[in-house]
DNA sequence: ATGATTGCAAATGATTTGCATCATA
DNA sequence: TATGATGCAAATCATTTGCAATCAT
């Protein structure tokens, strides 16, 4: 129940930064993203569209994820296996971490993973991604 | 045209090993996956199949990479922005190099990357896959 | 008024599936 | 001749697109 002004005014102040019209819809969806949702699918943005924001189409969700992906404050994630797209609202450089049970996408910061190569000089390495996957363990319940 | 009898051996020795039924049909698609494709998709898979295997159907290319995957012979490789399946004939561990400019995939070798994690322990990694984007420098001409 | 966004429905395109046919042990 | 693979066509499903209606400036 954030929903307030102050909200929608940092919120729509990226987009315009962005160069993006801060439309109603575009508000709610990037809010959703930044705010409420973990790398969901445009289906689970459309299924809380319908709770919280009525009458947002299936087509607008796409379009606003491919504007913001356009205006580089998204990145789309494809994983092995998954049929649909990941939507990961952190466009900062970290890694991702899959858990194979729940499926799960969990974003790990960068100082966490070192990565060094030792690549041939011809490849020119701009962008380094990393997904780890295994099980997250249950974290023991204390007593 | 190295499609001979041996070669047929070794491969469908490796499918039967590997709980397969080696048709003629999964020892082609297979052959041309191991030692000419790299990182093919299903589509080129069927146009490959078009000149060179009459009568493979592109149900049969998917059902048979489908259960090329299940027998763990093959991996699938997903990449950003990119609609269709790769397929990776490589089941050792290795990492990505994508070349922006051609959308070529390139294997790397696990010696060369070096990851080194430092996650809470809940988080039990049992693979990495590391995909570099960039461009290769081509290669300066001899004179 | 104008230019952009939205929403609907239809289109697209990759992959999957049902089922009849075919091959092989 | 029985089990499973193949091939065709139809189905599926996520995503995209065309276009008319709508909104904001």
Redesign the pocket.
Known sequence: MKQNGSDNKLISGRLETAG??P????IAIYRYLLCEANHP???EIKTWADKNFP??????V??????LIEANLLKEVKVPHE???LYDSNISYHHHFLDEDSGELVDIPSELVEVTSTLAKEFQVHDIQVLMRGKRQKTRTQH
């Open positions: 993006v019209i439309t109603a819809q575009r699918t445009a289906e009458k947002l189409s299936l087509a607008t796409y379009n606003t994820l491919n504007v049929a649909k797209i």
